[in-house]
């Protein structure tokens, strides 16, 4: 009965939508998109895309029989130094030597990667004129593969083309991409599924991204067995990087209120606000995160937890992948690229880093506080998605009851406290808003609007979180 309502409030909105008739073009790398003239109209549509997605234990060993079915004969596997020797890859490498395909592996994507690292990536993968590529890790390692496979399939572009405006010039992808499978290793950011890679801007001191469904993995491999090497703070921060994922998409801005409506159906963003199919996969995800996130940090060998996480993964990756995330992800961004000397336990050791999950999560409690009034009833679901009895709870407590969760989370995955425990102070927060304000990808999803000094306000109540 409640599917009826929701499709059926869904239909009387529609039904007040008007389309305009009038046909414009737009020119695009030199070729001419026809559609009709939205101007500041609201969106009225929404888009589902995924990736295809594999689940079982040890479907890594199909990948050489994968690439001979996608044509592949020379094929770039994407990994990281410390992935290289271990089973993911060996277990890829090996099934592409059974298919007797031709491979050369790439082993310095690196985690969180930069504008430089990037780079590098896609010079390698232009000299390697590779027809398929396959990567193997983490986000950060799908997220190269996808930038190698983007520019090396189209050589004459130059990086910021694609990079999302008002960084970079956010040009659509109109170029066909090389087949490319990801292989995941972690269970948090769902980078399997979408079509966005996210990189820091040297330059900038903060993170910025390209996203396009044009870059979506043509196969994602889940295979739970990846899990079994996951550190305890990877497997925390990248646990938590869900959470995030699934309530940003579930409480952003609704579909039929973002504008401008493109004037063509190609335009159309993969960040495109909340809507009915993504609610089903964000609010799913929360479910089970909530029930399995602890145990599959804390438990190695806890190979059910792992493997759900995993799944977990998948589900949220698939909901903010089609709805878009929002504040805590447009904030996480500075506070990654401007660490200071801040490392942690179980990633690599060579450079300062905030992991990402862990940069996103610690405005968490702040941003829902802020957000709540737009959309009460969501984040109460959304507190309710992570065990909350919400029955006699105030719409007006929504936000407090929501974040008061998220902290106590914080708390039992054994979190650093806020952006201070990170190294920041409040000296620090005027860099961070000024690497915030350009996200517009993920700022104009937030289902409140902001600006500098908002942002400022949820910074300051981010340096301690309990």
Not at 126 to 146: E, I, R, Y
Not at 258 to 271: G, I, T
Request: net charge neutral; aromatic share 8%.
């Amino acid at each position: 009965m409640a599917a009826k309502n929701t499709m059926r409030s869904i239909f009387k909105r529609f039904a007040h939508v008007r389309l305009g008739n009038t046909q414009t073009a737009i020119t695009v790398q030199g070729k001419k998109h026809y559609g009709t003239t939205a101007g500041d109209q609201k969106e009225y549509a929404f888009e589902m895309a995924c990736s295809n997605i594999r689940y079982g234990e040890g479907v890594t060993r199909e990948i050489g029989m994968d690439c001979k079915n996608l044509g592949g004969r020379n094929i770039c596997v994407m990994t990281d130094s410390r992935l290289v020797e271990l089973p993911p890859v060996k277990v890829v490498c090996e099934s592409l030597d059974d298919a007797g395909l031709k491979y050369s592996v790439y082993d310095k994507c690196r985690v969180e990667p930069t504008d430089e690292s990037f780079t590098s990536a896609i010079d390698f993968a232009k000299k390697g004129n590779f027809d398929l590529f396959v990567a193997v890790g983490g986000g950060s390692v799908m997220d190269t593969c996808k930038a190698a496979n983007l520019y090396s399939s189209n050589p004459k572009a130059e990086l910021l083309d694609y990079v999302n405006a008002p960084i970079g010039k956010g040009l659509p992808v109109t170029h066909k991409l090389k087949p490319l499978i990801a292989v995941t290793t972690t269970a948090g950011t769902g980078s399997e599924t979408t079509g966005t890679a996210v990189f820091d801007l040297l330059h900038m001191k903060a993170k910025t991204g390209i996203s396009s469904r044009e870059m979506r993995p043509t196969l994602g491999v889940v295979d739970p067995l990846h899990l079994n090497t996951l550190p305890e703070r990877v497997a925390a921060y990248s646990g938590i990087d869900v959470l995030c994922h699934a309530i940003e998409s579930y409480t952003a801005l609704p579909y039929t209120e973002r504008v401008p409506r493109p004037a063509n159906p190609n335009l159309r963003p993969a960040y495109q606000g909340y809507n009915p199919i993504s609610d089903i996969w964000s609010g799913h995800a929360l479910e089970i995160t909530n029930k399995f996130i602890k145990r599959a940090t804390f438990d190695a060998g806890d190979l059910e937890a792992r493997s759900i996480m995993h799944l977990a993964s998948c589900y949220a990756g698939i909901g903010f992948g089609n709805a878009g995330c929002h504040l805590c992800h447009a904030m996480s961004y500075p506070i990654s690229g401007l660490v200071k000397q801040f490392m942690s336990k179980g990633y690599s050791d060579d450079h300062p880093m905030v992991p990402h999950g862990l940069s996103v999560f610690v405005t968490a409690p702040a941003v829902f506080e802020f957000t709540a009034s737009a959309c009460p009833d969501r984040h109460l679901q959304a507190a309710s998605f992570l065990g909350v009895d919400v029955t006699n709870k105030k719409k007006e407590d929504a936000g407090l009851v929501l974040a008061d969760r998220l902290r106590q989370i914080m708390q039992e995955l054994k979190m650093p406290d806020g952006l201070s425990s990170l190294g920041y102070n409040k000296d620090d927060i005027p860099s961070l808003v000024k690497g915030t304000m350009p996200q517009h990808r993920l700022t104009k999803l937030s289902p409140k609007p902001v600006n500098e000094e908002i942002v400022t306000e949820l910074l300051e109540k981010s340096m301690k979180n309990y």
